[in-house]
């Protein structure tokens, strides 16, 4: 037996973009995970809070053998996770200053701190963990701090970008290090992982630095407050933002918990710069002159129980939209909140604001590549495979075609999804088995307690809502005691149902009285029939029989 | 009393699109339907087939006085309502010869034809219809034969544009009539109500030409089938597309019901022209080689049970997806469609096909005029008001500001709602009542047996799922006769509800022994707060007492 040396890499999560919220990479007896972070749910998983990436399958028996758990910046779809991690792997982890801050907010908030084995390192960095020597190196993103990895192993060097672009001039003047990536390209690397949400996009990502000017042409029309929404993690933004205010002569307020939790954290940490008399509290800004006033807070994706989202309809607590302010959202729409952001903007327009959002100026920029820096990256690190990661299948897809379009064969980019597991056996390609699982869902206090299959229940409820029948018989003579108590919930109007309710009654009567001894079954189908005859619809339909 | 001159206008709808399934013109005893069209339900309004507008509120004691229907083109949005409106209103309905044969189909279809009286109308025609004279003029959009109207009454002329583009090069060389618009400035417009459909995109509107180029780089690289999925309304799409088929020595396929009759339709009344042997049935397409075929069919929303949504499932009767098949969706996703879209998408690329859509080739372009042909439209038709019509408010308010900024004074122009009354006092815009009304929710076999309320509990019941309980109470000593059924549905997994289903019985059990009287109310409380203790959940319950 010759020792080959292998290198497994295992994309884990659902039909969920490929590698976004957890990777892992085992090489012998040992395993990193690279991310733990949540996936919000699509518009039709009724009722589901958030998910994360079924680890559990794969790591069942294993989970002891996790020397690290790394993440590379600290946004929630990276870190979300961490919390539920914990309570089964004990592994140290390591990150960036900010991101390490941005994960102890959320370990605070559930009281795990004294759980986690917390490392900090900063790019440039060169770590040992089990078998795997990390060179962390510094990528420019929508959050500060963020890092790409170089993943090293007797089988060979790996490049995970995490998610990354090539700005030039950042708002933090650190741009993505070039020089580390080209020094992996001398050195050989086997695979490149690359960020590929921005794959369908030509060109090259503006620069964070736009924004400046957005603002400023917004606070030089403004006439009473502004409102900027975007999301609590955007620490850079708050810097903008803030930078704005200052030029302008105008305060700053922060409101939101997370908002404020962060702000504080990257202020103490000194991620954001801001002078003492620029920051006011909330209630303060609420008693000065509009003019003088910038307020931050989260909702930019429309949630309806956010302060953006009760600004709009009108049930915010502390505060009331007023005719004269505009507001700002400063954030990219998340694929699937079309619906609900474009409610939120014409709700807020409806109530006499000014609404500024990314359609109609460049008050947000994309933290990912776009084509032209896809091809970049390509040829700086000249890898010699390519796994496009982080991306629907269609954006996987795509960024292939990009490497085949600089040069690459096609037999050495792998499209695949999650749970597909990866060897590198002596730097060779191997697609392995895919290994089952994919979501976990949680849903208010619950993890795990509700699965695909009640999420399509929920939604065939919805359909067209449902029936309750309630009949008591007689154990004497087989007949109805009473008449059947019948309740809809979602079905149709009262009026509408009414002409229907005597042929109903009538249909069970007649049921009950000719049954052959199945009485649920019986009178389930015939109410289903009648229903569907008198209606055209299925309401989903619940039957108790009571024999007295 | 002086004998002013006054035309109110009135846009019919919900919080939807203004005035873009149906617009009223009345003056003195006389109103103008111009469209009566349908509205596509959002992502949360579960189980609703389509939505029309409700004209019923307005026109209840007024029916008679509708002098006549106007249809200013042939998307369902704009005629898909004609079956429900003809069973309470019988004036005169004008069309082009296209917009005839397609209200024509959907008649036929409803077995009404003969209820409709139908007069076909050509561009550049003047029709008087009551107090009102209608200039029609033509206007390029995604279908063929499409109208903007020139309303003229005693209280001044308004410009209606329906929707346009100016395409300098459209498919079918027919350009929008700019000598119309220049001759309407000559006379005087009062109003001008423009599509806003596009106002927040820069620039100018792609002509539907260069979707020709990209159709050939498609056919160029396709080495299988290639099968095309729009809509069955784009008429000029089915002529690009067997074009293309001629040029790369393809034959032609369409399927789908409501695509064949329309191209049928279409070929017959002369708006494509094929050569004879081009067109050949889907049988005959399935027996051929895959490079000398192309399909056309409908389902390029991601519809689950179009056939693009069941190709993509596996689900497909007559055909299956093979992997060496092209497939083209050719046409903008609808706002909220974005989800299953691109669902469908990755589910095509999952099994094995090359998939083109708009992200990544142009093989669509929009049918509505940008930003630079609003200031255009403004410049030609030099109206003394604007009333920006079909768009959301946010679009709208952008419309308005491109507007102003090409030098409309800013009291001009009346950015409104549906079911806003306007009126023209002698010239002069007033804005009066809001009238109430908005969405007919059409569902099942029913118009309007369903309202907000109704899908309000739909996404209720959905969002944490159902319990029923059934209790049989003993009317002698008021304890349990038996344990209570309890049946749930979209609530959690068997295996999470086992070990708390102890605790709820004893829980009723309890309840129950101790009741004050109010047995319903006392059970349900109990249960609820039962479960949201243990669950963190709020299911909706449903409570049947039986005492007996």
Redesign the interface.
């Known amino acids: 037996m010759t020792d080959k040396k292998i290198l497994r890499i295992v994309p884990i999560g659902g ?1 969920g973009e490929v590698g976004k919220n957890m990777t892992l990479y085992e090489y012998g007896n040992d395993i990193l995970m690279v991310d733990a972070g949540i996936m919000f749910p ?3 998983m ?2 589901i809070d958030y998910i994360i990436p079924d680890y559990e399958d794969y790591l069942k028996d294993k989970k002891h053998r996790v020397r690290g758990i790394i993440f590379t910046h600290g946004h929630e779809d990276h870190i979300g996770a961490i919390q539920h991690i914990l309570e089964e792997i004990n592994a140290p982890i390591y990150a960036t200053k900010l991101t390490r801050g941005l994960v102890e907010v959320k370990l605070n908030r559930y009281g795990l701190t004294h759980k986690a084995d917390l490392h900090t390192i900063k790019a440039g960095d060169r770590v040992q963990i089990g078998s795997f020597t990390v060179d962390f190196f510094h990528v420019c993103h929508s959050i500060p701090d963020a890092v790409g990895l170089g993943i090293d192993s007797p089988a060979g060097l790996v490049v995970h970008t995490g998610d990354y672009k090539f700005d030039h001039t950042p708002v933090d003047n650190w741009p993505t290090d070039y020089a580390k990536l080209a020094e992996f390209a001398e050195r050989g690397v086997m695979a490149l992982l690359a960020d590929s949400t921005n794959a ?1 996009e030509p060109g090259w990502t503006q620069s964070e630095r736009v924004i400046d000017d957005a603002l400023d042409e917004v606070f030089e029309k403004a006439e009473g407050r502004i409102l900027v929404a975007t999301f609590a993690s955007l620490i850079s933004r708050m810097q903008q933002v803030a930078n704005a205010a200052e030029r302008h002569g105008r305060k700053i307020a922060f409101t939101g918990r997370s908002m404020v939790d962060n702000m504080n954290m990257a202020r103490e940490l000194g991620y954001v710069d801001f002078p003492e008399r620029l920051v006011i509290s909330l209630e303060k800004s609420l008693s000065m002159p509009d003019n003088q006033v910038v307020l931050m807070a989260t909702g930019s994706q429309g949630e309806p129980r956010s302060i953006m989202g009760r600004l709009a309809s009108g049930t915010n607590r502390k505060f009331d939209l007023r005719e004269s302010d505009t507001i700002v959202l400063s954030s990219h729409t998340i ?2 909140n ?2 609900s952001v ?1 409610r939120t ?2 709700n807020l ?2 109530r006499g604001a000014e ?1 500024v ?1 990314e ?2 100026a460049p008050v947000h920029v994309s933290g990912h590549a776009s084509q032209e820096e896809m091809k970049l990256l390509l040829h700086l690190v000249r890898p010699q495979h390519l796994i496009p990661m982080h991306g ?3 954006m996987l ?2 960024h292939a075609r990009l490497a085949e379009e600089v040069g690459m064969p096609k037999d050495k980019i792998a499209v695949v ?1 999650n749970g597909q597991v990866i060897e590198f056996v002596d730097g060779e390609l191997q697609l392995r088995e895919r290994i089952p699982g994919g979501y976990i869902f949680v ?4 993890v ?4 695909r ?3 399509q ?10 029936m ?1 029948v ?1 009949v ?1 018989v007689s154990k004497d003579n087989g007949h109805l ?1 009473s008449k059947p ?1 019948i ?1 809809t ?5 009262p009026a ?1 149902l009414d002409p229907i309710m005597d042929g109903l009654n009538s249909q069970i009567q007649q049921t009950v009285d000719k049954s052959n001894g199945n009485l649920y079954n019986e009178v389930l189908r015939s109410v289903k029939s009648y229903l569907y005859q008198e ?3 299925n309401p ?1 339909i ?1 039957v ?1 029989i ?1 024999q ?1």
Do not use: A, W
């Not at 229940?457 to 449902?466: A, K, T, V, Y």
């Open positions: 039909l699509e518009n039709d009724i009722g369908t694929p699937g079309e619906e474009y903007i014409n327009f409806r609404v959002y359609s109609i629907e299948l269609r897809k795509q999804e849903d208010g206090s619950g795990g307690s509700v699965d299959s009640i999420v229940e929920r939604e065939s409820l919805g359909q067209d809502g449902i309750v309630n008591v005691k108590e309740l919930r979602g079905f149709m109007l509408e209606t055209k619809r989903f619940f108790t009571n007295v």
